[in-house]
C-alpha cells in the first residue's frame, strides 16, 4: 500500500498529462494578433460591488430567517433549528420523517440512514442515539472502500451531511467532500438531511468563493468535489411543469443550529 | 448527432414546423413564463445592469488573454493529477474521447448535458466501441429514446413535445404503462436509468465554467445526473468549449449568478458543483481519473474575426426565450443544435455558410436579444455582419446582389437618384393594389409576406421641396 501511495505521488509530480497545447495556443495568440502571454495576466478588478452589497446589513438571525424563508416557499425543501443540546432529538425526527410508511397509521417500514463521519458532526452526535430497533444508523467508512460504502448509501433511505455554509439568498448548503464524508451520502439516499452551524451562514455565493479563491491564491488544492446544493433535485424539462425528485434525492431538510 | 440536424430547405423546414399548432403554442407560452421568470429575477437581486456589465467585462478579459487563462487551467489540472487534452478540430477530440473508451473497454457511459459534445457528435464515435451512451438529462433522455430527435432549446432541449407525445414514446421504447402526469414519467426515468449510473465505465459531462487559478469544472445543473456522472464512474471526461473560463472564483460568482438568473430566473440552480481533478488518494467515491477535453473546432478563427463578442456566451438562452422569430418558428426549424439568436449567430461559424446561410435572415432585428442578454452580446448587429459577409462573398441570391449594386450604383450619383425616385414613385403607385404587387417583376418571394404601402406618386424629394416652398 506504501509502496503504491509513493508510486502515484511520483507518477503526479513527473508525468506529462497535457496534449497538443503549444500549437493550440499559439494559434489563439496568432488569432488574436500578438505574441503568446505566458507570464500571469493581471487581472482587473471587479467595476462594481453590488455583489458584495446583497444582504449586507443582515445580522446572523435575520439571515437564518431569510434562508429558511426561501427554502421552504421555493424549494420544497424543510428547514428547522435546534440547539447543540437537542440536535440528536431533531435528527433522529428528521431522519424518521422520511423512513415513515407513506399510508398513515400504517406500521414503520425498517429504514437506514447513512451519517457523515465528518468530525464536527460526530462531535455533536453520537450515532447510535438516532437508532432504534426499526431504524438502522451507518457512518461514512473510508477504509472500507468503494463498493461498501455506494452499497449502503443507495440502500438507505436518508443520508446526513454537514455543511461548510449556507447560503441565505438561495437556501444553498455548501458541502466540501472529504475522506470522511463521501459526495455519496447527499447524493444516493432519497432524502438528504444537512446540518449548519448558524454562525457559518453568509449572504451568497459571493462569500462562498471568496473562501475558495483565498485557498487557491495560497496554493492550497481545492477539496476535489465542492457542492453548492440548493433543496432537492428537480426537472422542468416536461412541458416546463416543475417536478421535484429526479436523479437526485427527492426531499430535503435543512437543520441550523443556533447556538453554534 | 452533429451540430447540423436537418438536410431539408430551412423554409421547407419553417413550413412544417408552423403547421405544427402545439409546438407554436408551447413554444410561446414557455417564452412567455421563461422571460418572465428572468426578468422577476434579475429585478429582485437589484443593479442588474451592472452585473450585466461586471458580466461583459470578466468574458472580454478573458478572451484577450484567452491563451495564458488556458496554460493556467491545463496546469493546474495537471498539478491536480488529471490530463488535458486541447483539441483543435471535433475528430481530434472524438479520437482522444474513443481513445480512452477503447483502453478502458468501456462497455457504459453515462453523459450528463453537454452542448459542446453534441456539437462534435460524440456519441456515434463512442457508440461505434460496442459501448451504449446514455444520456441522463431528462430532456436529453427523452429525445435520445425517440431516436435521436434533435433539440429544440439549448436549455430545455424537448420543449417541442407535449406531455401525451413523451408518454407514447415512453411507452414505445421503454416500457412505460403509466399516465402522461410529468411527475409519472420523471420518476419512471430516476429508476428506469439507475442502474447505469452504477454499472457506467465513465461519466462524461460538458463545462459551464473552468476556473483557471485552481483548475476547477463547475457545473450548473438541477437533476443530479451530473453528480452521480461524477461520483460513481472511475472515469470523468469533461469537454469544454475553449473559451468557458474564468480567472478566479471571484468571477465565477458573477457568471454563475447571471447565468441562473437569466437560464431559469433563479438565483442559483438546484447544484453548482465544482470538481477539482480526479478524488484524493484518500477518498473513497469520486472519479480516479480526470480528462478534460479542451475544443477548438473554429472558435479560434472567431476569436480573430468581427464575430469575437460572441465568443462571451453563457449559454443561457434568454436571447432564445425573447426572440419574436424562434417563437414562430420554433427551434427544430434552425436545423442546428443551436437555435434562437445564438444558434442564428454562431451556427454559421462554426458549421460554414453552406448549411446555415438563411439562418442570419430568422430574424426582425428588433434588438430583444441584446437587452437580455447577461454578457450583453450585440447579436442582432452580428446577424446583420453576417448578411453583410454573405452579400461581399456573393452567397446572397444572384437577384438580391443585382439589386443591391443597383442601388449603390443610383445612391452615389445624385442627378441619378432624383430622377430614379420619381419615376419609381410614380411607377409603383400604379402598380401597387391593396397592399400587393399584381405584377410579378422578381421580388414575389418578399412581397407575398409583406404588405407594400400604397404610394401617393410623388417622391418624398419633391414633395419636400414643395412644401419648403409652400
Given at each position: 500500500?506504501?509502496?503504491?501511495?509513493?508510486?502515484?505521488?511520483?507518477?503526479?509530480q513527473?508525468?506529462?498529462?497535457?496534449?497538443?497545447?503549444?500549437?493550440?495556443?499559439?494559434?489563439?495568440?496568432?488569432?488574436?494578433?500578438?505574441?503568446?502571454?505566458?507570464?500571469?495576466?493581471?487581472?482587473?478588478?471587479?467595476?462594481y460591488?453590488?455583489?458584495?452589497?446583497?444582504?449586507?446589513?443582515?445580522?446572523?438571525?435575520?439571515?437564518?430567517?431569510?434562508?429558511?424563508?426561501?427554502?421552504?416557499?421555493?424549494?420544497?425543501a424543510?428547514a428547522?433549528?435546534?440547539?447543540?443540546?437537542?440536535?440528536?432529538?431533531?435528527?433522529?425526527?428528521?431522519?424518521?420523517?422520511?423512513?415513515?410508511?407513506?399510508?398513515?397509521?400504517?406500521?414503520?417500514?425498517?429504514?437506514?440512514?447513512?451519517?457523515?463521519?465528518?468530525?464536527?458532526?460526530?462531535?455533536?452526535?453520537?450515532?447510535?442515539?438516532?437508532?432504534?430497533e426499526?431504524?438502522?444508523?451507518?457512518?461514512?467508512?473510508q477504509?472500507?472502500?468503494?463498493e461498501?460504502?455506494?452499497?449502503?448509501?443507495?440502500?438507505?433511505?436518508?443520508?446526513?451531511?454537514?455543511?461548510?455554509?449556507?447560503?441565505?439568498?438561495?437556501?444553498?448548503?455548501?458541502?466540501?467532500?472529504?475522506?470522511?464524508?463521501?459526495?455519496?451520502v447527499?447524493?444516493?439516499?432519497?432524502?438528504?438531511?444537512?446540518?449548519?452551524?448558524?454562525?457559518?451562514?453568509?449572504?451568497?455565493?459571493?462569500?462562498?468563493?471568496?473562501?475558495?479563491?483565498?485557498?487557491?491564491?495560497?496554493?492550497?488544492?481545492?477539496?476535489?468535489?465542492?457542492?453548492?446544493?440548493?433543496?432537492?433535485?428537480?426537472?422542468?424539462?416536461?412541458?416546463?411543469?416543475?417536478?421535484?425528485?429526479?436523479?437526485?434525492?427527492?426531499?430535503?431538510?435543512?437543520?441550523?443550529i443556533?447556538?453554534? | 448527432?452533429?451540430?447540423?440536424?436537418?438536410?431539408i430547405?430551412?423554409?421547407?423546414?419553417?413550413?412544417?414546423?408552423?403547421?405544427?399548432?402545439?409546438?407554436?403554442?408551447?413554444?410561446?407560452?414557455?417564452?412567455?413564463?421563461?422571460?418572465?421568470n428572468?426578468?422577476?429575477?434579475?429585478?429582485?437581486?437589484?443593479?442588474?445592469?451592472?452585473?450585466?456589465?461586471?458580466g461583459?467585462?470578466?468574458?472580454?478579459?478573458?478572451?484577450?488573454?484567452?491563451?495564458?487563462?488556458?496554460?493556467?487551467?491545463?496546469?493546474?489540472?495537471?498539478?491536480?493529477?488529471?490530463?488535458?487534452?486541447?483539441?483543435?478540430?471535433?475528430?481530434?477530440?472524438?479520437?482522444?474521447?474513443?481513445?480512452?473508451?477503447?483502453?478502458?473497454?468501456?462497455?457504459?457511459?453515462?453523459?450528463?448535458?453537454?452542448?459542446?459534445?453534441?456539437?462534435?457528435?460524440?456519441?456515434?464515435?463512442?457508440e461505434?466501441?460496442?459501448?451504449?451512451?446514455?444520456?441522463?438529462?431528462?430532456?436529453?433522455?427523452?429525445?435520445?429514446?425517440?431516436?435521436?430527435?434533435?433539440?429544440?432549446?439549448?436549455?430545455?432541449?424537448?420543449?417541442?413535445?407535449?406531455?401525451?407525445?413523451?408518454?407514447?414514446?415512453?411507452?414505445?421504447?421503454?416500457?412505460?404503462?403509466?399516465?402522461?402526469?410529468?411527475?409519472?414519467?420523471?420518476?419512471?426515468?430516476?429508476?428506469?436509468?439507475?442502474?447505469?449510473?452504477?454499472?457506467?465505465?465513465?461519466?462524461?459531462?460538458?463545462?459551464?465554467?473552468?476556473?483557471?487559478?485552481?483548475?476547477?469544472?463547475?457545473?450548473?445543473?438541477?437533476?443530479?445526473?451530473?453528480?452521480?456522472?461524477?461520483?460513481?464512474?472511475?472515469?470523468?471526461?469533461?469537454?469544454?468549449?475553449?473559451?468557458?473560463?474564468?480567472?478566479?472564483?471571484?468571477?465565477?460568482?458573477?457568471?454563475?449568478?447571471?447565468?441562473?438568473?437569466?437560464?431559469?430566473?433563479?438565483?442559483?440552480?438546484g447544484?453548482?458543483?465544482?470538481?477539482?481533478?480526479?478524488?484524493?488518494?484518500?477518498?473513497?467515491?469520486?472519479?480516479?481519473e480526470?480528462?478534460?477535453?479542451?475544443?477548438?473546432?473554429?472558435?479560434?478563427?472567431?476569436?480573430?474575426?468581427?464575430?469575437?463578442?460572441?465568443?462571451?456566451?453563457?449559454?443561457?438562452?434568454?436571447?432564445?426565450?425573447?426572440?419574436?422569430?424562434?417563437?414562430?418558428?420554433g427551434?427544430?426549424?434552425?436545423?442546428?443544435?443551436?437555435s434562437?439568436?445564438?444558434?442564428?449567430?454562431?451556427?454559421?461559424?462554426?458549421?460554414?455558410?453552406?448549411?446555415?446561410k438563411?439562418?442570419?435572415?430568422?430574424?426582425?432585428?428588433?434588438?430583444?436579444?441584446?437587452?437580455?442578454?447577461?454578457?450583453?452580446?450585440?447579436?442582432?448587429?452580428?446577424?446583420?455582419k453576417?448578411?453583410?459577409?454573405?452579400?461581399e462573398?456573393?452567397?446572397?441570391?444572384?437577384?438580391?446582389?443585382?439589386?443591391?449594386?443597383?442601388?449603390?450604383?443610383?445612391?452615389?450619383?445624385?442627378?441619378?437618384?432624383?430622377?430614379?425616385?420619381?419615376?419609381?414613385?410614380?411607377?409603383?403607385?400604379?402598380?401597387?393594389?391593396?397592399?400587393?404587387?399584381?405584377?410579378?417583376?422578381?421580388?414575389?418571394?418578399?412581397?407575398?409576406?409583406?404588405?407594400?404601402?400604397?404610394?401617393?406618386?410623388?417622391?418624398?424629394?419633391?414633395w419636400?421641396?414643395?412644401?419648403?416652398?409652400?
Amino acid at each position: 500500500m506504501a509502496n503504491n501511495d509513493s508510486e502515484k505521488t511520483m507518477d503526479h509530480q513527473t508525468a506529462q498529462r497535457i496534449y497538443n497545447r503549444e500549437s493550440f495556443l499559439d494559434n489563439i495568440a496568432q488569432k488574436l494578433g500578438r505574441e503568446r502571454k505566458t507570464t500571469p495576466v493581471e487581472r482587473p478588478a471587479l467595476k462594481y460591488r453590488c455583489h458584495h452589497d446583497v444582504m449586507a446589513d443582515k445580522s446572523q438571525d435575520e439571515l437564518k430567517a431569510e434562508l429558511i424563508k426561501y427554502t421552504e416557499t421555493a424549494l420544497g425543501a424543510r428547514a428547522l433549528e435546534t440547539t447543540k443540546a437537542e440536535l440528536a432529538k431533531t435528527l433522529k425526527s428528521a431522519c424518521l420523517y422520511y423512513c415513515n410508511n407513506e399510508e398513515e397509521d400504517a406500521a414503520r417500514q425498517d429504514s437506514e440512514t447513512i451519517l457523515s463521519a465528518d468530525e464536527r458532526l460526530l462531535a455533536l452526535v453520537d450515532p447510535t442515539e438516532l437508532a432504534d430497533e426499526q431504524h438502522s444508523v451507518h457512518v461514512w467508512d473510508q477504509s472500507a472502500g468503494y463498493e461498501p460504502n455506494i452499497t449502503i448509501a443507495e440502500r438507505a433511505q436518508v443520508g446526513v451531511v454537514f455543511a461548510e455554509q449556507a447560503l441565505a439568498e438561495s437556501g444553498t448548503m455548501v458541502l466540501y467532500s472529504n475522506p470522511a464524508q463521501g459526495r455519496a451520502v447527499s447524493l444516493l439516499p432519497e432524502a438528504s438531511v444537512f446540518i449548519v452551524p448558524q454562525s457559518t451562514l453568509i449572504p451568497r455565493l459571493t462569500q462562498a468563493t471568496a473562501a475558495l479563491h483565498e485557498k487557491a491564491k495560497n496554493g492550497e488544492r481545492i477539496p476535489s468535489c465542492v457542492n453548492f446544493i440548493s433543496g432537492p433535485s428537480s426537472t422542468a424539462d416536461i412541458e416546463l411543469i416543475k417536478v421535484v425528485g429526479v436523479h437526485g434525492p427527492v426531499y430535503a431538510t435543512y437543520i441550523v443550529i443556533n447556538d453554534m | 448527432m452533429s451540430m447540423k440536424t436537418s438536410n431539408i430547405k430551412f423554409k421547407d423546414r419553417i413550413d412544417v414546423q408552423m403547421q405544427d399548432d402545439f409546438m407554436r403554442k408551447s413554444v410561446a407560452n414557455a417564452q412567455e413564463r421563461m422571460f418572465t421568470n428572468r426578468a422577476i429575477a434579475a429585478d429582485k437581486l437589484g443593479n442588474w445592469e451592472e452585473w450585466r456589465e461586471m458580466g461583459m467585462d470578466i468574458r472580454n478579459h478573458v478572451l484577450d488573454n484567452l491563451d495564458y487563462y488556458l496554460q493556467q487551467l491545463s496546469d493546474n489540472v495537471q498539478k491536480n493529477g488529471g490530463h488535458v487534452f486541447f483539441a483543435r478540430t471535433a475528430d481530434e477530440a472524438t479520437d482522444y474521447v474513443e481513445n480512452i473508451v477503447q483502453e478502458k473497454n468501456a462497455k457504459k457511459v453515462v453523459k450528463s448535458k453537454s452542448m459542446v459534445t453534441e456539437e462534435i457528435g460524440l456519441n456515434k464515435i463512442i457508440e461505434r466501441n460496442n459501448c451504449d451512451v446514455v444520456e441522463t438529462d431528462l430532456g436529453e433522455y427523452i429525445l435520445q429514446v425517440d431516436d435521436c430527435d434533435p433539440p429544440s432549446h439549448i436549455v430545455v432541449p424537448a420543449l417541442h413535445k407535449n406531455r401525451m407525445q413523451i408518454r407514447d414514446v415512453f411507452k414505445d421504447k421503454i416500457d412505460y404503462q403509466g399516465s402522461d402526469d410529468p411527475e409519472e414519467m420523471t420518476r419512471y426515468v430516476r429508476n428506469y436509468i439507475r442502474n447505469d449510473f452504477l454499472e457506467a465505465d465513465i461519466g462524461i459531462t460538458g463545462c459551464n465554467f473552468a476556473v483557471a487559478e485552481s483548475g476547477t469544472v463547475a457545473l450548473v445543473t438541477n437533476e443530479g445526473n451530473a453528480r452521480l456522472a461524477t461520483t460513481l464512474p472511475k472515469t470523468h471526461i469533461a469537454v469544454m468549449g475553449m473559451e468557458r473560463i474564468v480567472p478566479t472564483f471571484e468571477e465565477l460568482d458573477i457568471v454563475v449568478s447571471l447565468l441562473c438568473r437569466s437560464a431559469v430566473g433563479l438565483p442559483l440552480t438546484g447544484y453548482v458543483t465544482a470538481l477539482t481533478g480526479p478524488r484524493e488518494d484518500e477518498h473513497c467515491d469520486g472519479p480516479e481519473e480526470f480528462h478534460l477535453v479542451i475544443i477548438d473546432n473554429g472558435r479560434s478563427d472567431i476569436l480573430g474575426s468581427e464575430f469575437k463578442d460572441i465568443l462571451r456566451c453563457v449559454r443561457c438562452a434568454a436571447c432564445v426565450n425573447t426572440c419574436p422569430a424562434y417563437r414562430h418558428i420554433g427551434g427544430q426549424s434552425y436545423g442546428s443544435i443551436y437555435s434562437g439568436p445564438i444558434g442564428a449567430v454562431l451556427s454559421p461559424l462554426l458549421g460554414g455558410y453552406d448549411d446555415f446561410k438563411d439562418l442570419p435572415y430568422a430574424c426582425s432585428l428588433c434588438r430583444a436579444c441584446h437587452d437580455v442578454c447577461p454578457v450583453k452580446i450585440p447579436l442582432s448587429d452580428l446577424l446583420l455582419k453576417h448578411r453583410q459577409k454573405m452579400a461581399e462573398s456573393k452567397q446572397t441570391p444572384l437577384l438580391e446582389r443585382a439589386s443591391v449594386s443597383a442601388f449603390n450604383f443610383i445612391n452615389a450619383r445624385p442627378l441619378l437618384w432624383g430622377n430614379t425616385v420619381k419615376v419609381g414613385a410614380t411607377m409603383a403607385s400604379g402598380l401597387i393594389r391593396n397592399g400587393k404587387l399584381p405584377v410579378n417583376i422578381g421580388v414575389s418571394a418578399w412581397t407575398e409576406t409583406r404588405d407594400l404601402p400604397e404610394p401617393d406618386g410623388e417622391s418624398f424629394r419633391s414633395w419636400f421641396k414643395k412644401r419648403n416652398q409652400g
